[in-house]
Nanobody, 111 residues
Framework: QVQVVESGGGEVQPGGSLRLSCTASGSGSSGAVMGWFRQAPGKQRHVVATITSDKKRIYSDSVAGRFTISRDNAKNTVTLQMNDLKSEDTAVYYC?????WGQGTQVTVSS
């Protein structure tokens, strides 16, 4: 089974930047599609960005051009660099690897 651990997050002012990291371990973690999702209070969880093992990336329209997803296959890590953050980016961010979820990390964008 895959174990997923996230780090990063926090509070930042609008226009600021944050970086999220995620490490996957266990059987099935290598070569899997890795992704970031987010869930705002009272809303459903939505995909933010995904990346395949050969570095093909897909972004949601709401973050394209502001967020960058990357991965290190040797270390089984995926990161999400978030720039020009907006209040609507406030949510709990979850990393997903091969159907397994991390515990989530809070991102708050507020002035």
């Amino acid at each position: 089974q895959v174990q997923v651990v996230e780090s990063g997050g926090g509070e930042v002012q609008p226009g600021g930047s944050l970086r999220l990291s995620c490490t996957a371990s266990g059987s099935g973690s290598s070569g899997a599609v890795m992704g970031w999702f987010r869930q705002a209070p009272g809303k459903q969880r939505h995909v933010v960005a995904t990346i395949t093992s050969d570095k093909k990336r897909i972004y949601s329209d709401s973050v394209a051009g502001r967020f960058t997803i990357s991965r290190d296959n040797a270390k089984n890590t995926v990161t999400l660099q978030m720039n020009d953050l907006k209040s609507e980016d406030t949510a709990v961010y979850y990393c997903s690897v091969n159907g397994q979820w991390g515990q989530g990390t809070q991102v708050t964008v507020s002035s």
